[in-house]
């Protein structure tokens, strides 16, 4: 079973609109983080935010949240008020200590690929 | 932006011919990794490192070696290439396994024919 579940293969927004990127895992780990990346097309992989299974708040970094819903298993990615520079690859990605994450070991969805139109 | 850099950023080689590809960090981090990506499997762990001489077996490690003999470096080496190890290859790095981040190199992409 995969560890983490992007749905979405590709989305469109409207530029100035918000968007919600879905991320789903699974884990037997009390202990885990969650991280979201963004891959432009130039290649470079830039990390938004994290959200750590403890932390009582969800994650915010400018015009990114994470809307962690720990019961259920899931950790979307909101993005506010898109711009044309947003349009990308987008990436989950679980440390989870049952698998290799006491490392830092990460394990990655599949992404999904984000449009956004003027 | 953390100091990560990787050589070479692009390669075509030959099957059969071994590859080394080179990470090299400027931040003293003890933790560095090795991935590759392809389309449709995201990014998948090779080989990892814990610290100068310290290293491990990740999720796709077979036709992989690595070695770091200091902690700013961490060369991934391809024994004997084959097609199915045409990929982009990410190294990252990190202070500690707990941190919250994760930083990747630019990337380097490789091209077996």
């Known amino acids: 079973a995969q560890k983490i579940t992007q749905t979405q293969p590709g989305m469109f927004v409207q530029e100035k609109e918000a968007v919600t990127l879905d991320c789903t895992y699974d884990?037997?780990?009390?202990?885990?983080?969650l991280f979201w990346y963004k891959q432009p097309s130039s290649g470079e992989m830039i990390f938004l935010i994290y959200q750590g299974s403890y932390d009582q708040q969800n994650a915010t970094e400018g015009r990114y949240s994470l809307n962690f819903q720990k019961a259920r298993k899931s950790a979307n990615l909101v993005i506010s008020a898109s711009q044309l520079g947003d349009s990308a690859m987008y990436f989950c990605a679980m440390r989870d200590p049952a698998d290799g994450g006491s490392q830092g070991n990460l394990i990655f969805g599949k992404g999904t690929k984000l449009s956004v139109k003027p | 932006d953390a100091g990560i850099t990787q050589s070479p950023r692009h390669k075509v080689t030959e099957t059969g011919t071994p590859v080394t590809l080179r990470c090299h960090q400027t931040?003293?981090?003890?933790?560095m990794y090795w991935y590759r990506q392809d389309p449709g499997h995201g990014l998948r762990l090779i080989h990892y490192?814990?610290?100068?001489?310290?290293?491990d077996k990740g999720e796709v490690s077979d036709g992989y070696s690595v070695s770091r003999s200091k902690t700013e470096d961490f060369l991934l080496t391809l024994e004997s290439a084959t097609s199915s190890q045409t990929s982009v290859y990410f190294c990252?790095?990190?202070?500690?396994?707990?941190?919250?981040?994760?930083?990747f190199g630019p990337g380097t992409r490789l091209l077996v024919l």
């Open positions: 884990t037997s780990d009390p202990s885990y983080g």
């Open positions: 990252a790095i990190s202070e500690s396994p707990k941190t919250e981040t994760q930083y």
């Open positions: 490192s814990y610290g100068v001489k310290d290293t």
């Open positions: 931040e003293n981090h003890r933790y």
